[in-house]
């Protein structure tokens, strides 16, 4: 039987692709150092892929891109196609470029905050980040008739960092949502984390992340603001171990006062969970969210 015009074989559209997951984030990641995709529809291809049950789904998009004065540059998209920085997508790129041969083990890797040192062992991959800016560890900030306190930390992406047992089967979304767009933070808002200090001297977190709107099940430089923020409040020293949403473990290192850390690098496994190929299905026939 000769196929519906729907049903003919042959898309247009092939573009690689590589799923990644790091500490429970995952990500979509393109090799885009022949600048195959550029300018605005960019933000167009990330809102659709990243749409999950409608297409790939992810946590985000990354692109691998050359750079002039690093090993490569790595641009980070929000699901919402937004320019971002992700501390657990850095550490994705660098693994991928050392997979594909892009780097070596020990590299650099430019991003729009800085050149960072990369170091990837097997799985394992240890990302310097930068320097935290604007802690404030006295926030109060008044959402449905309570009163949160928190402590305030831009560790590449803005977080806010809240000490409270939530447990597992309890939603944080609807006081995540709240204070995510709370007017102390701005228009751009801010990730929001929830901690609890565990027995051993570790981290339990949960975030809720801007651009995603919505809790996911690891956020790298939440995991970093969470274990300053501790280490402020005399609730952990470092190296901090956290326990992600997923389970998933990450250990962030850093030196000196974490009102004003330096040497703070972020750490953990970094997955290659399977390389695909787009098609034209994957981007057309519906209309995410912007």
Known sequence: MKPEPSQAAGPAL???FYKMSAGGNDFIVFDNRAGALRGAA?????????????SVGADGAILLEKSAGADLRALFFNPDGRPTFCGNGARCAARLAYLKGMA???MTVETDLMTHRAEVRGTFVSLEMRDPRGFDDAVEVAVDGEKVRGA?????????????????SRSIEPLGRA??????????????????????????IRTFERGV?????????GCVAAALAAGAAAKASPPVNLVTRSG???????????????????????????????????????????
Do not use: K, M, W
């Not at 204070?179 to 051993?200: E, I, K, S, Y």
């Open 213 to 221: 709107e919505a809790e996911t099940l690891a956020c790298g430089t």
């Open 152 to 168: 305030f930390v831009d560790t590449g992406v803005p977080h806010l960092v809240v000490f409270r047992n939530v447990p597992p």
């Open 104 to 106: 070596p083990a020990r």
């Open 14 to 16: 092939a573009t690689e």
């Open 42 to 54: 960019i933000a167009d291809l990330v809102r659709s892929v990243c749409t999950r049950a409608l």
């Open 248 to 290: 998933e473990s990450i250990r962030v290192r850093y030196e000196g006062d974490p009102r004003a850390a330096r040497g703070v690098r972020l750490e953990g496994e970094a997955r290659l969970v399977y390389v695909g190929q787009l098609t034209e299905e994957a981007i057309q026939g519906f209309r995410p969210a912007r």
């Open 179 to 204: 204070l995510r767009a709370h007017p102390r933070f701005g228009p751009a808002g801010v990730n929001v984390n929830f901690v609890q200090p565990l027995p051993d001297g570790g981290l339990s």
